[in-house]
Antibody, heavy 122, light 108 residues
């Protein structure tokens, strides 16, 4: 069964840092681009960052560029999101999601994790 | 950035009725790169439709998608109890990938 499992969400103060992880199983991890999508409480979905299967290409939303870093370890089937200089407006559930097809990064997301909650508050 | 505007914000319908959800893009989007997702409270989104009109694996045929220019439509032909949820359209053709603000389908 194809699965994604996020972890690392926590309560952190503004200006602080947090690292999220996404453990993948059930598919050839290195051949699929993976995305982070977030959802603030009671709000809609927001794309955050995207990384190619090999990890050599990354894309970021303007709202997190320069503060967040997406990376992956294909030997461990793990995706990470390093979040620095956190702001109150970064408070959200963070989901990792897998591209439906390998190859082209322009894909719908066919498998999602259950999400991990990040709360930025003093 | 491509802005996706969904309408209506809320759709109040009864089981068995037809639901028509709209999504309008602010710029031209290749229909190959439009998806629809369903999200229920406390759950992750689920992929329904990709490339504007293709059902994802395991999605019942009462769900269908269509496109006309920059207008994309999700139709649920006969609403069942489990279909009451929030629906999001998404474009993934041009970075940044963007989502619509969502349409809530609620029981009338």
């Amino acid at each position: 069964e194809v699965q994604l499992l996020e972890s690392g969400g926590d309560l952190v103060q503004p200006g602080g840092s947090l690292r999220l992880s996404c453990a993948a199983s059930g598919f050839t991890f290195s051949t699929y681009a993976i995305t982070w999508v977030r959802q603030a409480p009671g709000k809609g979905l927001e794309w955050v960052a995207h990384i190619s299967g090999s990890g050599d290409r990354t894309f970021y939303a303007d709202s997190v560029k320069g503060r967040f870093t997406i990376s992956r370890d294909n030997s461990k089937n793990t995706l990470s999101l390093q979040m620095n200089s956190l702001r109150v407006e970064d408070t959200a559930v963070y989901y990792c999601a897998k591209n439906m097809l390998s190859g082209d990064m322009r894909n719908a997301f066919d498998v999602w994790g259950q999400g991990t909650m990040v709360t930025v508050s003093s | 950035e491509i802005v996706l505007t969904q309408s209506p914000g809320t759709l109040s319908l009864s089981p068995g009725e037809r639901a028509t959800l709209s999504c309008r893009a602010s710029q031209s989007v290749d229909s190959l790169y439009i998806a629809w997702y369903q999200q229920k409270p406390g759950q992750a989104p689920r992929l329904l439709i990709y490339a504007a009109s293709n059902r994802a694996t395991g999605i019942p045929d009462r769900f269908s998608g269509s496109v006309s220019g920059t207008d994309f439509t999700l139709i649920i032909t006969r609403l069942e109890a489990e279909d009451f949820a929030v629906y999001y359209c998404q474009q993934y053709g041009r970075s940044p990938w963007t989502f619509g603000q969502g349409t809530k389908v609620e029981i009338k």
